[in-house]
């Protein structure tokens, strides 16, 4: 509702719903690629590449993971548990897109951003093309951002274990292709804000969180991993800039 804070009840079920169901695709992730990620020193020490913890150990940890994850789920309307259920797919999916396309970061936005489908979906009982078309967009293309420059950091060791990544297809043209999704990211984002009837305040800190993104595009350097990763780790502020706006642009209209 225009002028009122967001119910905090679902804020808080979103805000644990996404800590868990990105735990859980780690989980996944971590056990699907142990044989990878046991060759590649950034992620050689992990529990199951190095063998601390055994697949079936994981597969048990990650049945806890999900019933909290289902715990979470029937809180919430009909249509948002076969939207959230629906998620799963795509989570136990995501992992094995490197062995077969360049584009695994493409379908990491897929999934990553699908808890704005949900979210929608969870205060209206529908979804709004108008709103979460460009909104679903958005994040696809602000994954992208952020998973190229994360997947820099790994691009030699990946050639060497034959995982794909939009890094390596991209290579010398990343900052061309980032920018190009990040303008895309901003673009939609005030298209669906427009679309959503947010007030005026969601756009100085839309243009704040273009500055944030144009920012680490600009700087980063592709070849040096620890700043790739500073430049990664930073899009917390760009996510915090977009979640301010959209309480501003809320409170404000
Ligand atoms: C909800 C989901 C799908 C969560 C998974 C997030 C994740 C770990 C992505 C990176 O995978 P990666 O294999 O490219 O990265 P790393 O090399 O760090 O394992
Ligand atoms: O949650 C993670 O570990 C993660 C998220 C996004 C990325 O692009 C890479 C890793
Ligand atoms: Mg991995």
């Not at 895309?184 to 993104?213: D, K, R």
């Not at 040096?224 to 780790?233: E, L, P, S």
Request: neutral net charge; aromatic residues 12%.
């Amino acid at each position: 509702m225009p002028g009122e804070l967001p119910d905090l009840k679902m804020l808080a079920l979103f805000g644990c719903g996404a800590v868990l169901l990105r735990g859980a695709g780690c989980t996944v992730n971590d056990l699907l690629d142990r044989d990878i990620d046991n060759k590649v020193e950034r992620t050689k020490s992990r529990p199951f590449a190095s063998g601390a913890l055994t697949p079936s150990q994981g597969v048990c940890f990650l049945g806890a993971q999900l019933l909290l994850g289902l715990g979470i789920l029937l809180q919430l309307n009909n249509y948002s548990r076969v939207l959230g259920a629906s998620s799963l797919l795509l989570v136990f999916s995501y992992p094995l897109m490197k062995r077969f396309t360049f584009w695994p970061q493409a379908y990491l936005g897929l999934t990553f951003n699908w808890g704005a489908l949900l979210g929608w979906a969870a205060i209206k009982e529908s979804l709004d093309p108008a709103v979460i078309v460009p909104l679903y967009t958005a994040g696809i293309c602000w994954t992208l951002v952020y998973d190229t420059i994360y997947a820099h950091q790994d691009k030699e060791d990946d050639l060497k274990v034959g995982v794909k990544s939009t890094a390596l297809r991209f290579g010398e043209s990343t900052k061309q292709w980032i920018s190009a999704f990040g303008a895309a990211s901003i673009g939609s984002l005030a298209l669906s804000g427009y679309n959503a009837e947010l007030a005026w305040a969601y756009f100085p800190f839309l243009t704040a969180a273009a500055a944030q993104l144009a920012w680490q595009i600009s700087t980063v350097d592709l070849s040096d991993r620890a700043d790739c990763n500073r430049k990664f780790v930073s899009n917390k502020w760009f996510g915090a800039l977009v979640f301010s706006g959209i309480l501003c642009g809320r409170l404000a209209s």
